[in-house]
């Protein structure tokens, strides 16, 4: 038996009507944060602020948030900083909600966006272009090693109840990768 798998809404026809891996729902297609609550934003949020930007193997092996594969926390982060491109702050120890603010005043012509992200528009950035930016985010935003080295997260056990709460302990799979049970923890 073949399951049905929703078209996204707003791609209705087309080449592009088909829901990948990395596509995100929430980002896309009106609907804020699927399968996140607050408390486990706030867990991301501390843990990019500790491991940096895009440190997700580092985020995963703490354990601070089970079930949740790297596709999911990168796109809940993109919705953090109010930006689809995370590039420029890749490896720093920063507040994403700070950055959220700050883009969330950006106005003009040139600023396209979605659900209130800012969405890429122009020509893909040189490794320059992202290497000089980095800098000038870290100069800028960067907080002191004291203030993030210290961050402890939470060992998050349980996953969610589905008939019953499921440990990570029952669980025949890697919670990085997708499974058929997942979406429904997720839920």
């Not at 590039?87 to 920063?94: K, Q, S």
């Amino acid at each position: 038996m073949t399951a049905l798998v929703p078209k996204p809404r707003s791609m209705p026809t087309g080449q592009r009507n088909v829901i990948r891996a990395n596509d995100s729902p929430s980002l896309w297609n009106c609907t804020y944060s699927p399968g996140w609550t607050e408390e486990e934003a706030e867990i991301l949020r501390k843990a990019a602020i500790k491991f940096g930007v895009g440190a997700w193997s580092k985020i995963v092996d703490s354990g601070c948030l089970p079930g949740k594969t790297v596709a999911q926390m990168n796109l809940q982060l993109q919705r953090l900083l109010g930006q689809q491109s995370t590039a420029e702050f890749a490896g720093l120890h920063l507040d994403p909600m700070v950055i959220g603010a700050i883009n969330a005043t950006k106005q003009g012509p040139e600023i396209k966006r979605k659900n209130n992200c800012i969405v890429n528009t122009g020509n893909k950035l040189s490794r320059e272009e992202i290497k000089r930016r980095i800098q000038q985010n870290k100069e800028l935003y960067e907080l002191p090693p004291e203030e993030w080295q210290n961050i402890v997260l939470p060992k998050r056990e349980d996953v969610g109840c589905l008939v019953g709460c499921i440990s990570t302990a029952n669980l025949a799979w890697p919670m990085n990768v997708i499974s058929p049970v997942q979406p429904l923890i997720s839920k």
